[in-house]
């Protein structure tokens, strides 16, 4: 009895123990919340709109006045006991929302501004007046063909120079009358200075020796760096960023901080500390995609130019603006060689952005939920091949040369896939490596793979694959009906495969002979990969018998393959890759045939002698029913196994699932 009460408390007190620390727990939440709230107001505000500073004369600490006044009510000096702070704590917008706007943009060679009236009409490519900051319906478009000065086709940078204030107000700079109070300007550069993509030199490896040493005397003289290229585009997005308010200066993001434009004169509030920035006019580059660039060069006399100009919510401008700096920052670190913080240069992004504006929206919609579907079949294929393999007991129907061979042609995929880095996609690369792999499992399931010394050979050892076990007739069959088919498949394929790599040794151009070794393999696995699935159809065939194979994994698969031919139009990938999509179709079709054609009786054991998947109780029942059983006598065992075999036996299976 006290042992039984113990028993009985023991779970008392865990049950105690863990409301304890669960509350304990909560508490630590609260605490740390309590502390954050702490460390929030001390050094971010949101107490007393004060702040203790010192005075210079004096030495003594006065509290002042945090909030900043709007500018037109300034103070003259600051207040008794602040001082100056070079950079500002707090920023206030400098205008009232809402304001309306004049605006112009020149272009000019020279970052130095000209003066308004000395600025030619052709100089100037954009001008609207009483534009509305914060009026979403507020819109304006100008087009026309622009001249390239001659120091930007040497080069040179084309610079935008933006004139921006209050309607009526002057706003040219250079004029005495000017006022920093009511206009602005800013220079922004028009062109890109981009790091061009390295180009791999190709050559005929049949070439004489002296076409060869011009080619290598030619690739000596260029620099070992990066080469930075001067692009132009001709869409230049122009945007308004209203209802900003008040914001910490040293806390805003590298992104948003490029395009603050503070008070000209550096005034500043009573504090010192505070003062006010002009509206933010986002030169926004996020959609000029490098495809649609033009290279600078002494060739390009003339170039469209077309500006937009409008209002954009703050929180699209703080997306869009932190995106493109950081595909930027990614592609600049790529280029020179640095270590890449975010494991991507930039191309990812760029070709986002590419499916984002060259595909019609009903099929980046499809696009979207293909890729998510794609995603989860591939998911499931993958584990219903792996659950398919191991709880396979016997090698009846499946091809070993085509596992093998998969491995072979999938491994020659994914280094052709390698060597075309530049043109495939990182989820591409990855989703190859992984059937590698799984490939890979799969030869261990099948046969075991040894080590053997190899006496008379170069090589002292040799990979031996050899039978788990002795194989039944239906067994050895298969393994016949494998070496049948793979025979007609080489009779078929290896005249291919050498008039194909002869005539792209002839015709085409290759970075290497590694180069041309892959390309020409790739191009066979791609041209007659769907031949390995040949072997098992062919052994499906001849066994009358589609039972074998690992069903749920084959749909999978083959619905994948639908939604391959979709990624073939949006997914950036080699020509060829994209080509062998479409391949697999015919063996899916092929398959379902059989399907039809060899019908499957799930409710009897099949002739291979597998019953199906059971369920929990229904194998508990059996275990229990083959306990309760007599054993069997050596003529039953005999009986029982020739039946098996030869897919006589008649009694009740489970239903599979």
Same mark, same amino acid.
């Not at 920052?329 to 992004?349: H, K, Q, V």
């Given at each position: ?77 600051? =207040? =008794? ?40 009409? =052709? ?37 935008? #120079? ?161 995106? =493109? ?62 659950? #398919? ?31 075309? *880095? ?46 788990? #076990? ?53 191009? *066979? ?133």
């Amino acid at each position: 009895m006290p042992e039984g009460n113990g028993a009985q408390r023991q779970p008392a007190r865990q049950e105690e123990q863990q409301g304890s620390s669960m509350f304990s727990k909560i508490l630590q939440a609260v605490a740390m919340w309590a502390l954050m709230q702490l460390v929030m107001k001390q050094f971010m505000g949101g107490g007393p709109k004060t702040a203790t500073v010192q005075d210079a004369t004096t030495g003594q600490t006065v509290q002042v006045s945090t909030s900043v006044p709007p500018y037109d009510q300034r103070p003259q000096r600051l =207040d =008794d006991g602040a001082a100056y702070n070079q950079i500002p704590q707090l920023i206030a917008p400098i205008w009232p929302e809402n304001s309306q706007v004049d605006i112009i943009v020149t272009i000019s060679p020279s970052f130095v501004p000209t003066p308004l009236e000395q600025t030619s009409a =052709d100089k100037v490519v954009f001008q609207e007046k009483k534009f509305t900051i914060g009026n979403w319906s507020d819109a304006r478009t100008e087009e026309r063909t622009i001249d390239i000065p001659t120091e930007v086709q040497r080069n040179g940078t084309l610079w935008g #120079h933006f004139y921006v204030g209050l309607s009526g107000a002057l706003l040219d700079p250079t004029q005495p009358n000017y006022d920093p109070g009511s206009a602005y300007h800013f220079v922004w550069p028009l062109t890109h200075y981009i790091p061009r993509k390295k180009e791999f030199k190709t050559r005929n490896l049949l070439a004489g020796k002296e076409d060869v040493e011009e080619v290598e005397e030619v690739e000596e003289e260029q620099p070992s760096g990066p080469i930075i290229t001067n692009y132009y585009h001709p869409n230049i997005s122009l945007s308004f960023i209203p209802n900003t308010g008040s914001m910490t200066f040293a806390q805003t993001h590298p992104a948003e901080r490029q395009f603050l434009r503070l008070e000209a004169t550096g005034a500043r509030d009573g504090t010192g500390q505070n003062t006010w920035y002009y509206p933010i006019l986002f030169v926004n580059t996020f959609w000029q995609l490098k495809s649609q660039m033009t290279i600078i060069n002494e060739t390009i006399k003339t170039m469209p130019m077309r500006i937009d100009l409008n209002n954009l919510a703050g929180w699209k401008f703080k997306t869009m603006a932190s995106i =493109d700096l950081s595909a930027k920052e990614a592609a600049r670190a790529a280029a020179f060689g640095n270590p890449l913080t975010t494991g991507s240069d930039g191309s990812e992004i760029e070709m986002i952005k590419e499916i984002f504006l060259d595909s019609n929206p009903i099929l980046l919609g499809i696009t979207i939920f293909a890729s998510i579907a794609h995603m989860i079949l591939e998911t499931l294929a993958f584990g219903s091949d792996i659950a #398919h393999y191991r709880k396979k007991k016997d090698n009846v129907g499946i091809s070993v040369r085509s596992i093998l061979a998969n491995v072979f042609m999938q491994t020659i995929i994914f280094l052709y896939l390698v060597d075309q *880095s530049q043109n495939t996609s990182w989820m591409i690369l990855g989703s190859q490596g992984v059937g590698i792999l799984i490939e890979l499992w799969k030869v261990t399931t099948v046969v075991n793979v040894r080590i053997r010394p190899a006496p008379g050979s170069i090589i002292p050892y040799r990979i031996s694959f050899e039978d788990k #076990h002795k194989l039944s007739e239906t067994e050895e069959k298969t393994k016949e009906y494998d070496e049948i088919a793979f025979k007609y498949m080489y009779i078929a394929g290896v005249p291919l495969l050498i008039a194909y790599a002869i005539y792209s040794l002839i015709y085409d151009t290759h970075k290497s002979w590694y180069s041309f070794v892959i390309a020409t393999l790739v191009g *066979s696995v791609y041209a007659y990969g769907f031949l390995m699935m040949v072997p098992s159809l062919y052994i499906n065939y001849r066994l009358k018998s589609v039972a074998h194979m690992p069903g749920k994994a084959m749909m999978y698969k083959f619905l994948n393959t639908f939604i391959d031919d979709l990624f073939a139009f949006t997914i950036k990938m080699p020509f060829l890759h994209r080509l062998a999509t479409f391949r697999d179709d015919i063996i899916f079709f092929i398959y379902l045939y059989q399907r039809w054609a060899y019908k499957v009786d799930y409710t009897r054991v099949n002739e291979f002698g597998q019953g199906g998947e059971d369920d929990a109780v229904e194998e508990k029942k059996a275990e229990g029913q083959k306990a309760v059983l007599p054993a069997p006598t050596e003529e039953q065992t005999v009986g029982t196994t020739s039946e098996k075999a030869s897919g006589t036996e008649t009694g009740k299976a489970k239903k599979r699932k």
